[in-house]
């Protein structure tokens, strides 16, 4: 055990060096101009397992950016590990608001500054570090497998694909995954739930052309107010989404299960205080801050737009008006289901003056993981081991769709092991990762492996 965090501090440099390296490609999957780079990020990591020395290295060109596998099979007989991760990224605007330039990484007050130190390159950068790990203990534990993907920031649009036409190639025993939070540094959390998401952008159409706003304004309906106020009916005041069938599907939680949720520490000012607010909301009234942002479903508009936004007052009356809308989902709901569900509501809540179109966007489902598993067992007992607690399960709020359709393709569970903190502004400005953080995810995770190839005997 003290050999695995021997052999982290003794090459701890260099391996910050190393994710400095795959920092500095900006890996925007969102943004076609930077398509060359996406590649570029897949074509490092290749590099990176042929010198780990796996059996098999493998880059698989998609409709979008390419999926990268590798395996090391040690023996039919022992079980078979298989990660998943991206090396994409997120647009890191607004620039301006950085404090060093976000494909510059910089190590500062022992983090390091980067757009993806923590989502998810850094994170996945710990798995491939705990093979090397590994190889210097001797042999692998477990066979291991990875897939590392370039897409998950924008949907996961073509990893669906390809787990199905590789389903034998991909057979495991678990899914390993470090793509989330834990509650902090002193305290190990594993997060077993993860919300779902439906995700729609609306159109508000009125007069054929912007007008003048004192010569029309009073007869004819304004879509930038029309769009409001569609907004505003989607929720009532308890902070009840308004759609008809919505909540049908909800996973209901006992008081107990409830209660138990809320064992986990939270302090509630630390919350306000993080982020600069003085009082939370958005959510339902019968429900804690906390529930809101993991157990329970939302709506929320993520941009909007319409009209004049220039500098100075434009008198104008727009023609159209946009929004793109976010539900969050909780087990049990279906993300298509929902999209037509608001679509139709939606649609509904238009005045004659107006016409309403509602895109869809990707989606995805949420997902539920079970504590009684010999993955989640494994997991418990390794960060045990590296943290000197046993960690807490928890619900997340965010999503990463592909756990449900591991669940459905392959029929494999998964093991959220994140190591990151919702302080590393992950999507936004400044996005960090603790080099604590990045160190004791290199030594836990081949713990993982140990355990796990104890536990899950053939
Ligand atoms: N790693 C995040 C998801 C996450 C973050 C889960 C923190 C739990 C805690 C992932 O990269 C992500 O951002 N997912 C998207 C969904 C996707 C479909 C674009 C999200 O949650 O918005
Ligand atoms: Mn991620
Ligand atoms: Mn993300």
Redesign the pocket.
């Known amino acids: 055990m003290q050999q695995i965090r021997q052999y982290v501090e003794t090459h701890k440099s260099r391996f910050l060096d190393e994710l400095v390296d795959w920092l500095k490609i900006p890996s925007i999957s969102a943004d076609s101009a930077y398509k060359g780079d996406v590649e570029r990020a897949s074509d490092w990591l290749v590099a990176e397992f042929g010198k780990l020395g796996m059996d098999r290295v493998e880059k698989y060109p998609t409709a979008g950016h390419p999926i990268v596998y590798a395996e090391k099979i040690i023996d039919d007989q022992r079980p078979t590990v298989l990660v998943y991760g991206?090396y994409d990224v997120?647009p890191p605007d607004p620039l301006d608001l950085w404090t060093s330039p976000p494909f510059e990484p910089v190590i500062k007050d022992e983090k390091i500054y980067a757009r993806g130190a923590?989502?998810?390159k850094g994170?996945a950068y710990m798995h491939v570090k705990a093979i090397e790990v590994l190889n210097d203990q001797g042999e692998l534990p477990c066979n291991v497998k990875f897939i590392i993907e370039g897409e998950?920031?924008?949907?996961?649009v073509n990893l669906g694909d390809f787990i199905r036409t590789y389903k034998d190639m991909l057979a495991a025993d678990i899914i390993l995954v470090s793509?989330?939070?834990m509650i902090a540094n002193d305290t190990p959390s594993i997060?077993v739930g993860?919300?779902g998401?439906s995700?729609v952008e609306v159109e508000v159409v009125g007069p054929n052309r912007d007008l003048h706003s004192g010569v029309y304004g009073g007869s004819v309906a304004n879509p930038v107010n029309v769009l409001c106020e569609m907004i505003t009916a989607l929720k009532d005041e308890q902070g009840k989404i308004t759609i008809p069938g919505f909540y049908d599907k909800v996973e209901v939680l006992s008081d107990a299960e409830r209660a138990k949720l809320a064992e986990r520490p939270f302090d509630l000012q630390e919350f306000k205080d993080s982020i600069g607010i003085s009082a939370t909301g958005g959510g339902e009234s019968d429900y804690s801050p906390l529930e809101g942002a993991t157990i329970r479903p939302t709506l929320d508009v993520n941009g909007i737009w319409g009209g004049y936004i220039g500098e100075g007052a434009k008198t104008v009356l727009p023609s159209k008006a946009s929004a793109k809308i976010?539900m969050?989902l909780v087990p049990n709901q279906d993300s298509d289901e929902i999209t037509k569900l608001f679509s139709d509501y939606f649609s509904s809540l238009a005045p004659d003056s107006v016409k309403v179109t509602v895109n869809p966007h990707?989606?995805?489902e949420a997902a539920a993981l079970s504590i009684e598993s010999i993955g989640y067992e494994a997991a418990s007992k390794a960060m045990e081991d590296s943290f000197g607690k046993t960690p807490i399960p928890t619900r997340?709020?965010?999503?990463?769709?592909i756990v449900a359709l591991f669940q459905e393709v392959l029929g494999l569970n998964t093991v959220?092991m994140?190591f990151?903190l919702?302080s590393d502004a992950?999507?936004s400005p400044n996005e960090h990762y603790g080099i604590f953080n990045y160190l004791k995810g290199i030594e836990t995770i081949p713990r993982f492996h140990q355990h796990f190839a104890e536990m899950a005997k053939k």
């Open positions: 991206h997120q923590c989502d998810d994170q998950e920031e924008v949907g996961s793509d989330t939070s997060t993860l919300r998401l995700y976010s969050r990707h989606g995805g997340e709020g965010g999503s990463i769709p959220l994140g990151g919702h992950i999507h």
